[in-house]
């Protein structure tokens, strides 16, 4: 089955440390993007890229940063980490030229940040 | 004034029952809309999208859009116990294919 999958999906680590979430899809779709979950917060979207030689930041990207590496492979890094950083993060992809916009979600990381 | 708003519940109903789910939006020029369930602990799945005003139905599901109103909802009707999940609008704003979500409704059926 054509996925999104996302590594680690638990992790605890300490304030200051430099944290790496990865996430791969086989589903050949072009965009992907990254959101936070906070409770009561919904989902807010971090970074999106529409192909590999594009990066833009969503509506809370300070603290966080980005790598394309591939169509199917896009890094979310924590450069420092801080307890408000913990939360839930979910990697999501879309295919650009579908005819309904859906976007599929991995599984989730659940960051903690103590 | 939040882009996506949702009350965020919970919203309790017994089994049998239509569960009625609502979200208001502030871009006027949105154009496609989406609920997604999300069981807790899991990730969000897409139950429906709606583009046109008026009613979507899909099995025991029914989105209803009023752009009027700035106003789209979701309808459950024989509401189950598996029913239960937390449900999030997500809107598709004028410009680019970004979805901006709300903070979703949780919805707990009773048996």
């Known amino acids: 089955d054509a996925d999104v999958t996302q590594t680690p999906r638990n992790r605890i680590t300490k304030t200051g440390k430099r944290i790496m979430l990865e996430c791969s899809q086989t589903k050949g779709h072009d965009r992907m993007y990254w959101y936070r979950q906070d409770p009561g917060l919904g989902l807010r979207l971090i970074y999106y890229?529409?192909?590999?030689?594009?990066?833009n930041k969503g509506e809370i990207s300070d603290g966080y940063s980005v790598s394309r590496q591939a169509q199917a492979k896009f890094s979310l890094s924590l450069e420092s980490a801080i307890p408000n950083q913990t939360a839930l993060y979910f990697c999501?992809?879309?295919?650009?030229?579908?005819?309904?916009?859906?976007?599929?979600f991995g599984p989730g990381t659940r960051l903690t940040v103590l | 004034q939040k882009e996506v708003e949702q009350n965020s519940g919970p919203l309790s109903v017994p089994e049998g029952a239509i569960a009625s789910l609502n979200c208001t939006y502030s871009?006027?020029?949105?154009?496609?809309f989406f609920w997604y369930r999300q069981y807790s602990g899991k990730s969000p799945e897409l139950i429906m999208f709606i583009y046109s005003n008026g009613d979507k139905e899909d099995g025991r599901f029914t989105a209803q859009l009023n752009k009027a109103s700035q106003y789209v909802s979701l309808l459950i009707r024989d509401s189950q116990p598996s029913d239960s999940a937390t449900y999030l609008c997500a809107v598709n704003k004028r410009a680019g294919n970004m979805l901006t979500f709300g903070g979703g409704t949780r919805l707990m059926v009773k048996p």
């Open positions: 871009d006027r020029g949105s154009q496609s």
């Open positions: 999501a992809t879309s295919l650009g030229l579908a005819a309904v916009y859906e976007q599929f």
């Open positions: 890229s529409f192909d590999v030689k594009d990066i």
